[in-house]
């Protein structure tokens, strides 16, 4: 049960499109439509102001530490469902918002193991 709702909630997390909305509240732009019509947290910044970027990293870095979270919650004792929660929550980044996934990545893993992450920065 826990590994589907890993592979449900974790890429339906991802594609949220948390970015666009938070840009397009704030400066009624919408990112899809000026530049290269990439949503990502750099075209927050930049269409869309300080205020924008800032809150588009926080969403990002919190969609990963929330499926990070998650999977420890489902899986106390196996830690590799952790790094799985990742990899569904940038596929459903990927797939349904057409992003990268970076900083879901980045936050997610110095939530997993953040001696780990401090290694490789």
């Not at 499109?17 to 990112?31: E, G, H, M």
């Not at 809150?55 to 420890?72: C, M, N, Q, T």
């Not at 469902?81 to 057409?98: F, K, P, Q, S, T």
Request: charged share 10%; net charge positive.
């Amino acid at each position: 049960m826990g590994a589907l709702l890993i592979f449900l909630i974790c890429p339906i997390l991802g594609g949220l499109p948390l970015i666009r909305w938070i840009t397009l509240a704030l400066s009624k732009r919408n990112l899809a439509q000026l530049g290269t019509g990439n949503i990502s947290v750099s075209a927050a910044f930049y269409h869309g102001g300080r205020l924008a970027g800032i809150l588009a990293i926080l969403s990002e870095a919190l969609k990963g530490i929330a499926a990070v979270l998650l999977a420890r919650s489902l899986f106390p004792q196996a830690p590799v469902w952790e790094i799985i929660a990742l990899i569904a929550l940038v596929m459903g980044r990927y797939a349904l918002g057409r992003g990268a996934g970076t900083t879901n990545a980045t936050w997610g893993y110095i939530t997993h193991d953040w001696t780990g992450a401090l290694l490789i920065f």
